[in-house]
């Protein structure tokens, strides 16, 4: 009964908090820390310690999930160099940074042990991130903190597993790599095993709640073999998450619908519940290290240069990172020059091996002679005239496939396809650019948070000065949580870097355009049929193409046909479900392409699915 009541109260205290917040213009998380530490410090209340597994094995792999499947996947690839380097590289020189900091700071404490804290502050939190989409900073910089907190647990996972080993017995650098390999491949695998078996599995039940309730399973599902297997259980819930983010376009709009909602409430509901449980493990917390050594400025100390240590560490990778992305961006303006010659010459292209590709001239003036076209013919020049080896890559060396279609025809879609992909995505990141002040955002909102504290007591019993080793990661924990997430808005502000979303309305109404010539395509199709192949009237069709030509999205009844009302109307369902499903495959294409923004193929997706929502329900009314 006491657990049940704590859990109630808990409850209560997250809701009314996450209500309470933007009255007081303060981020949720922020306000449940620091609810929990003053609960923390009433003498009346307990000490409270939770083991590291129920965090990591059963709150994190939902959490982990429900951001997973709502990230953009077109987004996420594009980004995927600067993800897996923050994800990586970033861990591994934090990690070791702070190993020689702790070992040189804290008597009796080895390198390896130094390391494995390191290791233990060194990630992002995914549920931290939580602060940054709220606010309203670049859509790329969200996806960028949001990939590397749900990808860097593996490396600092690893890592301090490998840092623990290593006390008692000598570790290789090879066999560190060689976990970490394995936990990801692994890992990767098992997940996209298990989402794509969760899409078809969803895609066969036609009630919105086992859906739901299926996707509820899917992270533990996922999480479990991936742990028994000596792998990453947390990088195959991303996995999971991402294959059915991916796929879920296709499942039905009430269950996606349903799923999101619920979804939605569990997340709100255990994100609090993170957030206030860090803030009441402070007081277990003090009490144990005031016990072992008597006072607690070397802990905050130490936990206040440990954060200082890590600002600096990541804002020197991230001034490499972007300065890596720029060199990347100038590149991709000569690329899109030769791919925007090579488009208008796709027709002549066709048929043309790797050998034929790799000799290639465009079009233009010669190399060297400047003019309108001078990024692309200047590299030209210097590389004699033929497309870069990226470029080479994108345009031919793929072998063909068994069964499919390799005709003519075909095969010049195809290479439109992949070359406007490449054009989609050198403009995406031409539109987005990270510069200083994007980096200043990258920097400052690269806060730790229940991960860190988690991991910290998942450290041997036997480690010396365990107790103020813990106390030193929640330092750094709720410190860059209350001080970097308190002003993170404010220094978005101050860059000028809020968005007001007239980009993705300019996105939405030309999605608009794209679906209502989708619907017409179809409705001038002579082939056009019934689902069970029969004929459309005359007097339907011209009816459907008039609302389609006005963009008018409802359907009417019509009292001066000459025929029967029911049977007119069930004609007008039928084909305005085949343009719902013409439109949204149109949608599958322009994400499929990359040429719109995530946030408009959403919002334009929810249009759709209202759409056929409305439409079933009508025809249930009348059956």
Known sequence: MDLLMIGVVAAVAVVGVTALAPRVGVAAPL???ALGVLISLVPAVPAVEIEPEWILGVVLPPLLYATSVSMPTMDF???????????????????????????????????????????????????????????????????????????????????????????????????????????????????????????????????????????????????????????????????????????????????????AANWRTLELLLEGAVFLLMGLELYGLVVEVLDEHGSLWRAFWLGVLAAAVVLVVRTGYVAFLLTTLSRRARRGVTVRGYLSAINDRADALDGLGPEELAQLRLPGRPPGAGGEDGGATEAAGRSGGRPPEDLRRVLGGRKPHVGRDDSPEH????????????????????????????GAVLV????????TLAAAQSLPHDTPHRALLVLVAFTVAAGTLLVQGGTLAWL?????????????????????????????????????????GSAYDDVVLDRARRIAARQKLQVESDDDADRDRTSVEAQLRDLRMAMLDAQRTALLRVRDLGTASSGALTEALKVLDADQISLELRARDDA
Not at 417 to 432: G, K, M, P, S, V
Not at 444 to 451: D, K, N, Q
Not at 511 to 528: H, I, K, N, Q, Y
């Open 31 to 33: 306000l449940l820390v």
């Open 77 to 259: 690839r594009r980004d995927l160099t600067a993800i897996s380097g923050l994800s990586v590289l970033l861990v591994v020189a934090t990690s070791l940074a702070l190993g020689v900091l702790f070992s040189w700071l804290i008597p009796d404490i080895s390198l390896s042990t130094g390391i494995a804290l390191g290791a233990v502050i060194s990630p992002t939190d995914a549920v931290a991130t939580s602060i940054v989409r709220r606010s309203g900073v670049s859509p790329r910089v969200v996806t960028v903190l949001e990939g590397e907190s749900l990808l860097n647990d593996a490396s600092a996972l690893v890592l301090l597993r490998s840092a623990i080993a290593a006390t008692a017995a000598s570790v290789t650098l090879w066999e560190v790599a060689g976990d970490f390999a394995f936990a990801v491949v692994v890992a990767v695998a098992i997940g996209a095993v298990v989402g794509k078996v969760s899409l078809l599995v969803r895609s066969r039940i036609a009630d919105p709640h086992l859906t739901t309730a299926i996707s509820f399973i899917v992270p533990f599902v996922a999480y479990i073999p991936a742990e028994h297997l000596d792998a990453s259980g947390l990088v195959a819930t991303v996995a999971a998450g991402l294959v059915s983010g991916a796929g879920s376009v296709r499942l039905r709009p009430q269950d996606r619908i349903a799923e």
């Open 411 to 438: 095969r010049r879609v195809r290479l439109r396809t992949r070359i406007t992909r490449r054009i989609a995505d050198i403009d995406y990141l031409q539109a987005e650019p990270l510069g200083p002040r994007e």
């Open 444 to 451: 400052w909102a690269g806060m730790r948070g229940v991960v």
């Open 492 to 532: 978005v502000r101050v860059l000028g870097l809020s968005r007001d979303g007239a980009d993705d309305r300019a996105d939405v109404d030309r999605l608009g355009s794209e679906m209502t010539r989708a619907a017409v395509e179809l409705l001038e199709r002579p082939d056009l049929r019934r689902p069970d």
